[in-house]
């Protein structure tokens, strides 16, 4: 079993729409999330990060953490066709140490104008 | 200009053969890093390296060595191909020792096919 998970494994939204994804990581030592995006023949770049309970927003991005359940969940607001792509979820644990990140199987977005 | 460079883009090697993946980095991190990327699998840590040390290596396979001959620099030697060994190989870098945690920079990736 994987010790990142995430769901859905893939996601239609309409243009404008609102794309809910959701992570929970299985490793109790892990203590900050991360959000990269991963367009089709692309490496992945970062989107967004968080280590504190609560919610953290960046433009049409929310991020949300709930530590308790080591569970986070990504919301994209009105969707955009060039949103279409892989989002993987990682997590991490330890601060400035040189360890790579874990990584979920990821959701694929498809955004229909 | 690309701040992580890889090479080459593609490679296809027979099975058996050996190669090299390449990764220069001009971000001025100081930890570069080695993930696998093949079809039905998350995106999979290899190893990290810091001042041209390793700091932590989850590869359970001696055919693959980084090997780092500047700071900034850090290739993937592979030997006794295998065509299980077919995926994209991202190079990633990281600054460590500020107050946040170290987000990581993707390289482009090398997609390596082993017939």
């Known amino acids: 079993q994987q010790k990142v998970q995430q769901s859905p494994e893939s996601l239609i939204v309409p243009e404008g729409g609102m794309a809910s994804l959701n992570c929970t990581s299985s490793?109790?030592?892990?203590?900050y999330f991360w959000w990269y995006r991963q367009h089709s023949g692309k490496s992945p770049k970062m989107l967004m990060?968080?280590?504190?309970?609560g919610e953290k927003e960046e433009g049409r991005f929310t991020v949300h953490l709930n530590k308790a359940s080591l569970h986070t969940s990504l919301h994209i607001r009105d969707s955009q066709p060039s949103d279409s792509a892989l989002y993987l979820c990682a997590a991490s644990r330890g601060h400035n140490y040189a360890q790579g990140l874990t990584f979920g199987l990821g959701t694929r977005v498809s955004v229909f104008p | 200009d690309p701040k992580i460079i890889q090479k080459p883009k593609y490679l296809v090697a027979v099975t058996g053969s050996e190669k090299i993946l390449i990764c220069e980095q001009y971000?001025?991190?100081?930890?570069m890093y080695w993930y696998r990327q093949s079809a039905k699998k998350p995106l999979e840590f290899m190893f990290s390296y810091s001042y041209q040390k390793l700091m932590d290596n989850q590869t359970a396979s001696s055919r693959f060595q980084p090997q780092s001959s500047k700071k900034n620099h850090l290739d993937l030697q592979i030997t006794a191909l295998k065509p299980d060994d077919s995926a994209t190989y991202f190079c990633?870098?990281?600054?460590?020792?500020?107050?946040?945690?170290?987000?990581?920079?993707f390289g482009p990736g090398t997609r390596l096919t082993v017939l």
């Open positions: 971000l001025g991190h100081n930890a």
């Open positions: 990633a870098s990281s600054l460590l020792g500020g107050l946040n945690y170290a987000e990581q920079f």
């Open positions: 990060s968080i280590f504190s309970n």
């Open positions: 490793d109790r030592n892990v203590d």
